[in-house]
DNA sequence: GTCAACTACATTGTCAACAATATTGTAGAC
DNA sequence: GTCTACAATATTGTTGACAATGTAGTTGAC
């Protein structure tokens, strides 16, 4: 029973255009030409095809017949859309965390809290936000919740690109670790609506921060160029 | 500007392969030889490959490298999974239809609710579970939400199997459409978070409902032809 | 100069052949 | 009879060529 071990061409493609997108080395509304990316990763154009088209599954590249594939973009509202579905699911994950967490899992969330708010006490705001990904990560797994997961991870994705505007809104990070704070409270004591609750206000919050920056940075130039249909 | 009109052949192959597989044509399990698929439809193989591509992405089928696609089977355990995440999405969707419904969209939902009891008067479990998946999706309408709109279909495409199970439980009927009353009843009164309660008890009472319904029709033969990764 | 029709080009969509892998069947050793 | 090694087959993964479509540029009429 020879079980294929090496990726195949395809899925290697997947991940390295969703890589390249998800570091902003292809950026919003750029053309993804299939022949082109096919070179740029030493792939088949069929491996790219597919690849792609997982991808506007997923959300992050739209495409058009006969007209070829662009970095999907993300306005404002839609991001603020896509936090407010987070929440909702991420809320249920964290339920279910609350529900299912055992004592040395508590530890480690307790441990990324305080590592959190030694970078906090740093003013190390990547730091943080490194931390804090981590956190819902580890929350996720903790809850178990695959098809949460899955979608959380998705959404996830297509926001990376306004995740780090909210870290810069003023007193956003002091309130952020506290936010986080109760949501790890709650776990621990296993306290499941206590724990949805925080985590629902947490992202809220995000959601609102990302609202405020928008205003402040986006003047609201109306770019005519890229339609959403 | 000859905008393209006729669907390309990738797209219908996503269509019809997503349609027998919702319409259970194709059963959850059974292999999907890409060969037979494009000769059932008339298609390429090409085609059909990159809409099982697609498909994967979407949940509807699984599939392993050199060793083809299937059906993605969807236990009971999964199901209420899935049911626990529209639930969340949805309760967010009732919110902002409670928020957004004009007068007019109200009357039309009263209207189906109304056809509903009706049908449920009549004893047509079919035809109020019809009215059911109306009036959810004249919801979303409303909401006008697009990114919890489509995750929402997704999930509702993969559990489409288990759906007609729990019309079956005695009383489910009766409670079912008391339930969409109070749905409606919160929307046309523009009480958000009310609408996102009620939505979010009438699909845990859904999921409970789920649970009986397999409980009671399958006593739990363990299947170890299929695995689950 | 502006517009329409036409041509040339770039890119995507489709097809058929070939390579790689898994699965099944067969023969032989013990 | 059972197990292993090997051959045969079926299916998927990959490649290259060709067709279909959209886009840009060019020419010509007015």
Redesign the pocket.
Known sequence: ??????A???QTAYYRVRQAILAEELLPGQ??????LAERFG?????I?TALARLEQEGLVK???????TVRAIDEAEAVEILEARAALESLAARYAARKATPEQVRHLEDILQRMQARYEAGDLLGMSELNSELHQRLLEIAGHRTAARLIESLRAQNVRHQFRTILVPGRSRRSLEEHRRIVQAVAAHDEEKAAQAMLEHLSQVAEALRQSAALTTPQPPSPILEEA
């Open positions: 029973m020879p079980v294929s071990e090496k195949t061409e395809t053309r993804l030409v299939e022949k082109e792939l088949g154009r069929a491996a095809r495409s058009e017949p006969f007209r070829g594939a």
